[in-house]
Structures are given as C-alpha cells and as structure tokens.
C-alpha cells in the first residue's frame, strides 16, 4: 500500500527517521545503536547523512566543511545545504522510502533552520521558502534531538585532532543553534521527541529504547 506526505508517495512500512543535536552530542553513536534496534525488530535501515549522502552531495559536503581563503557567505551556505539535500532526496530518501525501507538519517532539514536560522541568522522565511520547494512536503516522521549543554559536547571532542570550518565557530554560535532546535521540539511534539543526551550512554540509550518502543 502506498501513503503520501506532500507531494511525496511512499510505501505505507517506510519510515523516515532524522537525529539532530549540537556538534559531539553524541549522534553518530546514537545512529548505530538505533540502526541495530531497528535491524533486531525487522526493519530494512538505510543510514545516511547530510550534508552529503551521495557522490555529489559529499562533494558540496567538503567544500561546506573545508576552509576556504574566501568567506563562505551564510545564503552561500544555505544554498549549498539544499543543492545537496536535493541529490539526496532524490538518490537515496525517495527511492528507499519508495521501497518500504526505514531511513535513518544524521541531519536534516532542521539542522538548516538551527545553524543557518539560529547560527547565522538567517529568516525562517527564506528557509521555508527553499523547503517548500526541494522537500515539497518531506517530513520526518520522528526526530530525535540529541540535547545537552555545549560544554558537554565540547568535552566528548576533545580527543579530536581535527576541527571543521562550522565546528570552529565559538559558543554563543552554538548556543543559539541548541535554542534553535528546542524551540522548534517545543514547536512540533508530534514528531519532535528529546533526549537528555548530556547523561551516561546507557541512560541515553534508556531513552532512545523507550522512544522506538512508542514510536513503533
Ligand atoms: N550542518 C548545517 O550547518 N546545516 C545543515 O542543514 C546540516 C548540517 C544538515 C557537519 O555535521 C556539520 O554540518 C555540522 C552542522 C552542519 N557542523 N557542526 N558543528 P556532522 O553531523 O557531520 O558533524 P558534527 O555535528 O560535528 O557531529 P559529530 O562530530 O559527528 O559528533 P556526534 O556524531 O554528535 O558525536 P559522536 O561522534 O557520536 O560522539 C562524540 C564522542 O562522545 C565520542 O567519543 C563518543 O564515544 C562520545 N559519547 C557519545 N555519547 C556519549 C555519552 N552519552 N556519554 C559520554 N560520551 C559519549
């Protein structure tokens, strides 16, 4: 059986599930555990990321995350976000959403309105504007944001030796862009579930347990 979101038409046993949060929160790890919970309960899981998540998209990736001699205007970043976000929907989302798959996906659109929004200041209404246009109606259908105070985040990246171009930004950046992103959970509880992600993995993984279990 089929099911339409938007202008969109998939299979009625896909899902399409995004985990957000500030930089070191804990996502990647979150995303291999939730990945193996849904592969025990029978699910077909395709992992992917933004920015990125194919050819052309991780391309756009490395120019976003790269430092360039040129400053990368904040509608330059924006852009760049959607161009790859499109490749993405079109290569990797539509198709194994079409194919009854469950996407789990590390960002995605809400990350957009917490950086570019809440970081740089762009207006939600630009943002809008560009999601109405390349989402046309893709929604998650849960998201779990990863939430805990920057410090935290800060201190699990400690024993990287590498700092990205948006990672290099200083805090009041990445508080506003944790402000951003529970105001839009506060925003959205349907689909919007948060986790207390500043406690010890295995409370964290408690919580994402007892999330699948009502989700699913
Ligand atoms: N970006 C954007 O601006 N706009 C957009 O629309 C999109 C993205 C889609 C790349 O993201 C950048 O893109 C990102 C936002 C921007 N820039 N920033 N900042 P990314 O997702 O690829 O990179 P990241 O945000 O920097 O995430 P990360 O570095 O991969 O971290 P993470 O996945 O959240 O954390 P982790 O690797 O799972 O964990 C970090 C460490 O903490 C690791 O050693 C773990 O073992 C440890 N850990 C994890 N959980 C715990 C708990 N509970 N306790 C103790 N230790 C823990």
Redesign the pocket.
Known sequence: MKKTQGNWESSSSSHFIT?E????????????FIRDWLTEHGLSVVVT????GTEVAEEI?RV??NTHKEPIYPET??LL??A??MQHIQEVIKPALQAGKTVLC???????????GG??GISDHFIQMLEQEILQGLQPNLTLL?D?PYH??Q???Q??SHT????S?HEAF?QR?RAKYLKRAEQSPERYRVIN?????????RQMKEVLHDFF
Do not use: W
Request: aromatic share 8%; no cysteine; net charge positive.
């Open positions: 985990i949060g500030i930089e070191g929160v804990g996502k990647s790890t979150a995303i291999t990321r933004e920015p990125g990736r976003l995350l970043e924006l976000l959607f790859g976000r590390d960002r995605f659109i809400d990350a957009s309105y917490a950086y570019q970081g740089r990863l805990a935290v985040s201190l699990r990246l024993q990287r990205d171009r948006i990672e930004e990445f862009v992600a500043a406690l010890p993995l295995p409370k964290v993984q």
